[in-house]
Each structure stands twice: as structure tokens, then as C-alpha cells.
């Protein structure tokens, strides 16, 4: 039997249940012993006075626990880091050599390693990475660091997360050979142009390709880091099995960061429709790895203040694991909790 508790009818949580009759002072019933607290009686117990006996009900407990969960580590790297690694990245594209780009690269990886730990359960803040506003150097880092995740969500092993790690932040140093009009062209780039622009990854597998101490699987990653497993990438049209696990990964987290970052062409996607689009996108990428990149994504941190489309400004309070655009949220006003990727009364409900 579970224990009553008395307090004060203002402190008597929704959701749980009324002990026994509560009576005014002339002896009417006012609630009857059993009765749910719902949102209307809440608001009748604030206008009482006096104290009153109730149960929690599993409901409530079971919404605790929820809350209590322990939530992943959030992965961020320091400001110093951030620093390093920008600097890094930008002497990388401007006429370093082979061995020091890849040098470079390595001492990025290991900042990466070290923020990472041994701890599996680690998400990415999509809000907390960005290390810059220039293209370039910021997306070699984000791509690098989201790379990571996604192979340590996947448990792969200690030299393969380096491995995708390294290819991430070199995935585009082919793009050193391509002229800066076409790469920063604010128009839609000519059949010539593209033409060019799908060189970079053969070009990169190029430059890195006869470094010692790189490995065949990070340069197939640069190579392969836009095809596609429908066969519609390039540069050579493969499918399915012909392409590499580190160019599937590479592929998901490269299309991502293009969509969330502003060019000369296009404004950047919001973080939840871009994960919408790629949903769209299932014919190009292993879903394997999707389902992985989606379940190391936080879009709304803990405690994050968000508004429904039904106009309840809510509070993040659990992040539902590979759906990021669905967390449990509760609301400011009444206290209710809604589970917007398991409640099926909650389907309509959404983050604007």
C-alpha cells in the first residue's frame, strides 16, 4: 500500500490521488477519497485552505524516474581547442605540405580522443560545436568531431574512431586545387564548374595518399565521402558494399553540416529540418549509420525552454534516444508532461 502524505493543499502534486473525502466546514463533500488530480483539480486545491492526505500515483513515480535518468555526456570541446584546431585546419588550406596536413590533422584527432574519454554514451550539441563562421575550416571540424561520435555510438574500436576522425578533417583538402572563384561562386556553379568540383575527393585521396603512417581506410574515406549507396554520388558512382564504412559515415555528417551552414549561395537550415531532410535522403545513406547519427544528436539541451505548435512554452526534461526532434518536455504552466516520441496522444504535437 502506498504511503499517504499530508500537506498543504497548494503543495499536492497533478497526477496524484486523494487519500479520502475532504469536507468543508458545514460537513459537504468537496472531493471524494480516490479522485485523480488532474489540471482542474489542481487549480480547485490552490484556492483551499488547510492541508489535505494523498497518494503519488504510479504515474507520477514513473515520471520521476524519467527525469531521472542520467542523460549522455554532452561532447564540447574547450575554447582552446576550438582555437587550435581553426588554426590548424586554415594552414592546412593554405599550401601546407602533404606530411603536415596530415600532421595537423593527427594533433587535432588527439584533442578530439582526449575530449571523447572511454565514455560510450556521448552525444554532440549541434548548437555547442561550431568553431567558426568561415566554410572551411569550420566544417572540416565539424565533420571530423561528428564523424567521431558516430563511429563510437556504432562501438567501433579505439584506431578505427581515429581513423574517421582524421578522414573527417581532411575529408575536403581536395579542395585546395579547386580555383576560390568556383568554390566561393554566390550562383549556381556551371555543368563545367561541377565538373571540377567533383574532383576534390580523388584529389585529396591524391594528396594523402602515400603519407606514411595513413591508412588506406582514411583515404578511402576522403575518396568515397560523396557517394552514395543508391549510386547517384560521386566521384565514381559506387553502391551499396562498394563503399567504405568510414565513406558511409563520412557521408551522412558531411551532407548534415552542409545543410546547417550559410554559403555564398543558400542560408543555412535550421538543426531540426535539416535532420528532416536527411530522412528524406534514406535511398542515399546506410540506414545503419542514420540510425546512429540520430541517436548521438542533441538538438534541445536539458532544460532548454521551447514552444509547442499548440502554443505551451515547455521545458526539455529527457532526450529521446534517435529522435532528437522529440525529446519529453513539460509544460511551464500546468506541469504536465508530454512524451512527444512515445505518447500517441502527443502525435500531433511538435517543437516550432
Known sequence: MKERIRDYTYNVPLGSIIAKDVFSKEGVVLLHGGTYVDEEIHDRLQKYKGTIEFVISDLIEQENEEETKKEPQVFDLADDVKKRALLGVEYMYSGAKPDEIVDIANDITKEMLSTLGENEDVNISLEMLKVSDEYTFKHSVDVGAMAMLVANKMHLQGESIRNIAMAGIMHDIGKVKIPDAILNKPAKLTPEEFEIIKKHPIWGYEIIHDIKGVSEEVGLGILQHHENINGSGYPYSLRGGEISYMGKILSVVDVYDALVTKRPYKEARRSNEALVMLRQM??????????????????????????????????????????????????????KYYDLAGDISCKNLEIK
Not at 538538438?299 to 521551447?306: L, R
Not at 509547442?308 to 500546468?334: C, F, T, W, Y
Open 282 to 335: 534514406v535511398d542515399k545513406f546506410d540506414m545503419h549509420i542514420l540510425r546512429a547519427f540520430y541517436r548521438c544528436i542533441t538538438i534541445y539541451p536539458i532544460g532548454a525552454t521551447v514552444m509547442l505548435n499548440n502554443g505551451a512554452i515547455v521545458k526539455v526534461v529527457h532526450n529521446n534516444e534517435g529522435n532528437p526532434l522529440r525529446p519529453k518536455v513539460q509544460d511551464l504552466m500546468s506541469g
